[in-house]
């Protein structure tokens, strides 16, 4: 299967609505089932220079899966970011997850230079965070009742990567 | 009468906050920076931000020696927690102004803004505020690594929770 990873354009609104409202990623992330298209609009025209995210197209330009870094606002933590992946349920299990995650990391690993790459993951989550540990993400801690899930408060993982440039800190 | 009381910060209050955190004790083991400006803290006192609530705690003789902050979580999914700063001055450390402020802090959060779940995070050896947090219901939930910039190194922070235990009033 062919696809194509780019970074995100204020004109893959429509795409991003689509796929951020679908069943299986709003269960999984902290999205909300009811997204309009100008709100993501208006977020991928205002996207702040500290976000960072990807989009993975087929060879007709259909958006199959978004994948993006978001460094953190507080001075002493801008070598850390918090990152997000999410597949359209089709395009599951062919891969396209794993490229997505794989360019990210090489973005903060040789291009941002981060040190620090971390995320929540709903327990239940258990392919992503499959993912996750075979790209190097340790289990941190469990955050508990830590977000809405079809109306009940869920546990959460912490998973991090760190990644150490040539002659800082290890 | 009392050796202390807590309040509001106020816009007047700029000078005497910058003054606090301008301790490396208290700027080291929050998320702040060395030398803080007056109009860092004036712009921060102006900006009404409806999900942060701050409150400071004053000495009988007019001094701030406590500053506190709950912000609340703004994404819909995550709006029953908040996260929790606070810092101590020097001189007032162990004498139980902390805490006065942290139960503060929790009652403002348990029985006036009816969050579920306040959390923090914490240097793993900062031993006098890990033992605060621990004596009022927080957990050690998580070990982030080289989560934070101190003094030159990375270092770790403990990611702390206390969950509200009684339910809403009413709930029965």
Same mark, same amino acid.
Request: glycine letters at 8%; proline letters at 4%.
């Given at each position: 299967m062919s696809f194509h990873i780019r970074r995100i354009e204020p004109d893959d609104a429509a795409a991003m609505a689509q796929l951020q409202s679908a069943p299986g990623v709003v269960r999984h992330t902290s999205q909300q089932p009811y997204q309009s298209v100008a709100d993501w609009q208006h977020r991928l025209q205002h996207l702040p220079a500290d976000n960072h995210w +990807? &989009?993975?197209?087929?060879?007709?330009?259909?958006?199959?899966?978004?994948?993006?870094? =978001?460094?953190? $606002?507080? *001075?002493?933590?801008? %070598? *850390?970011?918090?990152?997000? +992946?999410? &597949?359209?349920?089709e395009w599951q299990g062919k891969g396209v997850g794993r490229a997505l995650l794989q360019a990210l990391l090489d973005l903060s690993d040789n291009w941002l230079g981060l040190?620090?790459?971390?995320?929540?993951?709903?327990?239940? =989550?258990?392919?992503?965070?499959?993912?996750?540990?075979?790209?190097?993400?340790? !289990?941190?801690? *469990? /955050?508990?009742?830590?977000?809405?899930?079809?109306?009940?408060? &869920?546990?959460?993982? /912490?998973?991090?990567?760190? %990644?150490? #440039?040539?002659?800082?800190q290890a | 009468m009392s050796k202390y009381h807590i309040r509001k910060p106020e816009p007047a209050d700029a000078a005497a906050l910058q003054a606090l955190m301008s301790? #490396?004790?208290?700027?080291? =083991?929050?998320?702040?920076? #060395?030398? $803080?400006? +007056?109009?860092?803290?004036?712009?921060?006192? @102006?900006?009404?931000? $409806?999900? !942060? %609530?701050?409150?400071?705690?004053?000495? @009988?003789?007019?001094? /701030?020696? @406590? %500053?506190?902050?709950?912000?609340r979580e703004s994404v819909p999914r995550l709006a029953h927690g908040?996260?929790?700063?606070?810092? *101590?001055?020097?001189?007032?450390?162990?004498?139980g102004v902390g805490s006065a402020l942290l139960q503060a802090m929790l009652d403002l959060a348990d029985n006036w803004l009816g969050l579920h779940r306040v959390e923090l995070t914490v240097f793993d050896d900062n031993a006098a505020a890990l033992a605060l947090y621990r004596k009022y219901g927080f957990v050690e939930e998580a070990r982030l690594r080289a989560y934070a910039l101190r003094a030159g190194r990375y270092e770790d922070v403990l990611k702390m929770a206390r969950l509200r235990t009684c339910p809403p009033a009413g709930a029965a």
């Open positions: +990807l &989009v993975a197209c087929t060879a007709d330009g259909e958006v199959m899966a978004s994948a993006g870094l =978001n460094i953190l $606002p507080q *001075v002493r933590c801008r %070598h *850390v970011a918090d990152i997000f +992946l999410v &597949v359209r349920d040190i620090r790459l971390e995320l929540m993951a709903q327990q239940d =989550n258990q392919r992503a965070i499959a993912l996750y540990e075979r790209f190097g993400f340790r !289990h941190e801690g *469990v /955050v508990r009742q830590d977000i809405l899930q079809d109306g009940c408060y &869920v546990d959460s993982v /912490v998973m991090a990567r760190l %990644h150490w #440039p040539e002659g800082r | 301790d #490396p004790l208290c700027y080291g =083991n929050t998320l702040q920076l #060395p030398y $803080p400006s +007056l109009q860092l803290w004036q712009q921060r006192l @102006a900006s009404n931000d $409806p999900l !942060h %609530h701050a409150l400071l705690l004053e000495s @009988a003789d007019g001094q /701030v020696i @406590a %500053h506190g902050s709950l912000w908040a996260s929790l700063g606070m810092a *101590v001055q020097r001189e007032w450390q162990g004498q």
